[in-house]
């Protein structure tokens, strides 16, 4: 991918979600449906880390799955003490490292930490693991909301260097480009772009095929933080936004696996996008898939209530 354009006039939307929703907007699992995740999880909640730590050194170098992983490990309200303990009593171990460094990144963004501690932390756990992205994942995390253009690039060029497909990361930065004033034409933006761009030159499977949809929803964010969104339907009625939809739709008919660690995620873009654009038919074996297994966003972007969102939509689809 060439070199992207300095993200200048970047305005916060109101509603800043892209992907990394608080846990306040309801009882939403980051988990999905990886079970060992679960399980490790709850024994940290406990205090207990074997288990956390037999599942990451198990997770080996899929980047994406691990990044998924320790993301959500680094929720747990206590997470950094428990961390910085098994550092302690494991010296040189970039699994803590890298779980110390992303529950700094998730106490910053909350206001609970310094920011330059977190930046401090996710460093040392790059140094730990050179070859590792998820660091890097979190100097993005904390570029996205708190950074400048200079270090959400920065941290994303780093993030794609070491996985060029790298899911979450390009999510967040789909996200943050979706901030920028529009160039010109109401369906002519950088993020849309970008995204088109990256599903383009990605594998055939790669679940980046969905990033075009992505983009169009986190304008719908911004639209909507702004007051300036069209009704819901219409800002996926443009001959753009329909293409991508049909594209993205036929993509995962054909090529959808089951083994992506965040394409629950995906689902959620797609049935939210098909169900915004007055399509329900085609939104219905989406939530199908997708279960109980809601996510935060897209939903809360033209919700104050995304479950309640989520499960009028999944209605709608199937007929109940």
Request: glycine share 6%; charged share 25%; proline share 8%.
């Amino acid at each position: 991918m060439p070199p992207l354009p300095p993200l200048l006039g970047v305005r916060r939307a109101l509603t800043d979600q892209s992907g990394d929703a608080p846990d306040a907007l309801g009882a939403f699992d980051h988990a999905l449906d990886d079970e060992g995740l679960r399980t490790a999880r709850a024994a940290l909640a406990q205090g207990r880390r074997q288990a956390a730590r037999s599942l990451l050194l198990h997770t080996g170098d899929d980047w994406d799955r691990r990044a998924h992983r320790l993301t959500v490990l680094a929720r747990e309200p206590y997470a950094a003490a428990w961390a910085q303990e098994w550092a302690q009593a494991e010296p040189g171990s970039a699994d803590a490292a890298t779980l110390y460094a992303l529950a700094l990144v998730r106490r910053a963004l909350r206001g609970k930490e310094d920011p330059g501690d977190a930046r401090a932390a996710c460093d040392t756990a790059a140094a730990l693991a050179p070859a590792d992205p998820t660091p890097w994942l979190g100097l993005l995390l904390l570029a996205r909301r708190l950074g400048t253009e200079g270090e959400v690039l920065g941290a994303f060029a780093e993030v794609r260097r070491r996985h060029p497909e790298h899911h979450h990361a390009h999510h967040l930065l789909i996200a943050r480009l979706a901030e920028r004033p529009p160039g010109g034409r109401p369906e002519a933006h950088e993020a849309y772009d970008v995204a088109e761009r990256a599903a383009a030159e990605a594998p055939a499977d790669s679940p980046l095929a969905v990033l075009p949809v992505v983009a169009h929803a986190e304008r719908h964010r911004v639209l909507t933080a702004a007051g300036l969104a069209p009704a819901a339907s219409g800002h996926w009625a443009g001959p753009r936004a329909r293409g991508v939809l049909r594209a993205c739709f036929d993509w995962w008919l054909e090529w959808e696996h089951d083994d992506h660690p965040r394409r629950l995620l995906d689902l959620n873009h797609l049935a939210f996008a098909l169900s915004s654009a007055g399509r329900p038919a085609e939104a219905a074996p989406l939530f199908q898939r997708i279960g109980e297994h809601a996510t935060a966003a897209p939903w809360s972007y033209a919700h104050p209530d995304p479950r309640a969102a989520f499960h009028a939509a999944r209605a709608r689809a199937l007929g109940r």
